[in-house]
């Protein structure tokens, strides 16, 4: 299967995962980049996966639906447009002889699910997380509580692509620098990323590795981050790991 990103709006990544003759979508907010796909590579939608309900993942499911059939598959706890699927954490949802497997990532949306595919046939496991995670960040938590969201991504595999729904590496990696200015890991991706961009390329996917030592999001342990959020939330020494987090997002909510 290719992975390809579709821009859509001023920063949405629609991903479709197509394997020549078939495709399937996440978080089609636009429906018009997923007709141009479909109809340039020849393609028939076998599937369409949502993450969260917000506009800018959804507002392309009715049409891409009523169009071409597919099925709809998305989170039990969050109203997107009927019909589909509902999905729980635990459950699966099973396109194209692949299973991906929905996980709860609370935090953004109370029932916000992520969609995770195993690595099979020469490809590395995906993960398709909606507003969560971001490449140097995550999504303001809205509904969920961080820790929540951190247990649910900390079990997954390093080679993980992470399929994120916006491109806002650079201003996220802005932010991490203020976080952990001798972060050398930090310091070469943010480089790579630039020049992606000067090129007009997605820096994304991510992948999880790379994230584990450049997110300050999933580097709330870390002795720099913690002493950092420390520093500027005047946190007491034994904060718990979710204040440390909390305060980590209200510093980045502020930052500027
Ligand atoms: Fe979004």
């Given at each position: 299967m290719t992975l390809v990103p579709l821009p859509a709006f001023a920063d949405n990544y629609i991903w479709m995962l197509q394997d020549g003759s078939n495709a399937i979508v996440v978080d089609?907010?636009?429906a018009q980049p997923v007709f141009d796909a479909l109809a340039r590579d020849k393609l028939q939608l076998a599937a369409i996966l949502v993450t969260r309900h917000h506009h800018d993942h959804t507002g392309g499911v009715a049409a891409l639906h009523a169009a071409t059939g597919a099925p709809v598959f998305g989170p039990a706890r969050e109203p997107i447009p009927e019909p589909f699927t509902p999905l729980l954490h635990g459950d699966s949802a099973k396109v194209l002889g692949k299973r991906f497997a929905v996980i709860d990532v609370p935090?953004?949306?109370?029932?916000h699910i992520a969609y995770f595919l195993p690595a099979g046939e020469g490809q590395a496991p995906l993960l398709?997380?909606?507003?969560?995670?971001?490449?140097?960040g995550c999504g303001r938590l809205f509904e969920g509580t961080p820790a929540q969201m951190l247990a649910s991504l900390?079990?997954?595999?390093?080679d993980t692509r992470v399929c994120c729904a916006h491109e806002y590496t650079l201003a996220n990696l802005r932010f991490a620098h203020a976080v952990e200015p001798g972060n050398a890991d930090l310091t070469h991706y943010t480089a790579r990323c630039e020049s992606l961009r000067a090129q007009g390329?997605?820096?994304?996917?991510?992948?999880l590795a790379t994230e584990r030592r450049i997110n300050p999001f999933l580097r709330s342990r870390e002795a720099t981050v913690l002493r950092a959020v420390r520093e500027h939330?005047?946190?007491?020494?034994?904060?718990?790991e979710a204040d440390v987090f909390a305060a980590l997002r209200q510093w980045k909510n502020d930052f500027r």
């Open positions: 089609p907010g636009d935090g953004h949306t109370a029932g398709f997380c909606g507003d969560t995670l971001f490449s140097g900390a079990a997954l595999p390093g390329q997605p820096t994304l996917p991510s992948q939330a005047e946190l007491s020494a034994n904060a718990a």
